[in-house]
């Protein structure tokens, strides 16, 4: 009971220093792993031990696909270079430094070890990147390859990751069946998650009910999760195909009523993960303040910390530099699209951006108890994600800001050209319905919001106030007619409910 207390206090407390970070436009996780080290300096802290192999399930097969599922699969092709780059090339250059440095600060250390710690330091996790840089309008495209960068990067540093343990109980992987296994778990992963997204795609379509298509969901995420990890497949490589392939048939199997609620409830379960990752963090961090002179391990966890920003820095300056020198301009050839060759300011952004998160904290729970060295490994990587959450999280607003890494407008262009083509495409079926009054309305109605669309509207009333008047007004009177009992609660919810839908639609018109 003590321990359910202490975990709805700190939610409460999640949710009360995520509305603080927004005021600060500053990531919420950054605030929230300073709570969870503060957790774990507390006196009599209960002992919460979570089971390693339900780390990684429960923590990051949700996230993962809640990321998945929302990204632009055009973009990510657009843009796969850079992504690439930093999913593959920089997780390995910072999983070999952070290996070396270890070792040879920590001489006992194993190299398996040492490379498992690399592993789970390697991935950043951009949703705490995007948090603040949606809010200022960067560039789309530095967007895109960040988000690109977690999805694909978790994947990459997760199997380092166990093949190292793997190593560290066998003593011994060759390189032949090392790279061998990666092809095979790769191809595996990719069969296994188009084939399962299509098996749920018969289903979704016969789901009409919020509640069983919320509960179907989460339970087809950790299914599909742990029967990649059964079948030894790579389990974030088939939660991302399985959410890229599964998110072009929701699109038009999952109705608009099923659809809005089950997007809230993702939006909390992810929140209240990360929140729950760090509390399981500090309590488990108490364990290691008590029982081992963890002092002595703060100058492994900063150079550690030295070694993962500087690693990334150095990365993506270097691509930064290939790219300007593949894109020059030559005589006689086409300039290939690359990246980080578009702006060098965006390239500084972009190796600045290394913050760590839910997937360093989930690899290191999820390392076995007997592990060498794993108190080490496991202070230092929550030290990685505080200094990155803190450090660099707190100072990418003033680092965009300084830099004035603009939008380059190319998503409203979209969002418009898409508006305008869909409200002609419901101008044509309103034409082909017939006639008759209802017709008739629904045909001006359309017709007022092309032109608006189209940024053309040349009446001299704003429709758009008129509709908000009324629409408060509608509201005004709803109350006063439960108010003084002449609707019930049910009756009230139901046209509550139809007016909230009704102004979110003039949000997105206006």
Not at 229 to 234: K, W, Y
Not at 319 to 344: E, F, I, T
Not at 387 to 394: E, I, R
Not at 479 to 490: F, K, N, S
Request: glycine share 6%; charged share 20%.
């Amino acid at each position: 009971m003590e321990v359910f207390e202490i975990v709805i206090a700190l939610l409460l407390g999640g949710a009360v220093l995520a509305a603080v970070a927004r005021r600060l436009a500053t990531p919420y996780p950054a605030l929230v792993a300073i709570a969870g080290a503060a957790l774990a300096l507390l006196p009599r802290v209960p002992v919460l031990v979570l089971d390693p192999e339900l780390a990684l399930t429960l923590f990051v097969a949700p996230v993962l696909l809640d990321a998945a599922f929302d990204a632009s699969q055009r973009d990510l092709r657009r843009n796969w270079r850079a992504v690439a780059s930093l999913a593959l090339g920089a997780v390995a250059l910072t999983v070999v430094v952070v290996a070396v440095v270890a070792h040879a600060l920590v001489p006992g250390m194993p190299w398996a070890a040492a490379v498992a710690l690399g592993a789970i330091v390697a991935p950043p996790d951009a949703a705490a990147a995007t948090a603040v840089l949606k809010q200022l309008r960067p560039p789309h495209r530095l967007l895109v390859v960040l988000e690109g960068e977690s999805l694909f990067n978790d994947a990459s540093a997760l199997l380092i990751y166990r093949f190292a343990i793997a190593a560290s109980a066998a003593g011994f992987v060759s390189a032949r069946s090392l790279g061998g296994t990666l092809i095979a778990v790769g191809a595996g992963s990719v069969a296994l998650g188009f084939v399962l997204s299509r098996v749920l795609g018969l289903l979704i379509v016969r789901i009409h009910d919020v509640g069983t298509a919320v509960i179907v969901q989460f339970c087809s995420t950790f299914a599909v999760w742990t029967l990649a990890e059964r079948l030894h497949l790579s389990g974030i490589l088939t939660m991302v195909v399985f959410a890229m392939a599964i998110s072009r048939i929701a699109a038009q199997a999952t109705p608009a009523r099923v659809r809005v609620p089950s997007y809230a409830v993702w939006e909390v379960a992810v929140f209240v993960l990360n929140v729950l990752a760090f509390i399981l963090v500090g309590l488990q961090l108490r364990q290691i303040v008590e029982r081992t002179a963890w002092t002595q391990d703060l100058g492994v966890a900063a150079a550690v910390c030295a070694a993962v920003v500087l690693a990334r820095i150095v990365w993506v300056s270097g691509a930064a530099a290939v790219s300007r020198w593949r894109c020059r301009p030559r005589p006689g050839r086409d300039v290939p699209r690359d990246v980080v060759a578009l702006s060098g300011r965006a390239a500084y952004v972009a190796g600045w951006c290394g913050m760590r998160g839910i997937v360093t904290l989930a690899a290191a729970l999820a390392l076995p108890v007997s592990f060498p060295q794993r108190d080490l490994i496991f202070f230092t990587a929550f030290a990685v994600v505080l200094v990155t959450l803190v450090v660099q999280g707190m100072t990418l607003r003033p680092l965009l800001l300084w830099l004035d890494v603009r939008d380059d407008g190319s998503i409203e262009r979209e969002v418009q050209l898409a508006r305008v083509e869909t409200l002609r495409a419901a101008l044509d079926a309103a034409n082909a319905s017939g006639g008759g009054e209802s017709a008739e309305l629904l045909r001006r109605r359309y017709e007022w919001r092309l032109r608006r669309a189209q940024g053309n509207d040349d009446s001299h009333v704003d429709e758009a106030e008129v509709v908000r008047a009324a629409t408060a007004a509608e509201r005004r009177r709803l109350v006063e007619l439960r108010d003084d009992g002449t609707i019930g609660d049910a009756a009230f919810q139901q046209v509550e409910q139809e007016l909230d839908l009704r102004e979110l639609e003039l949000q997105e018109i206006s």
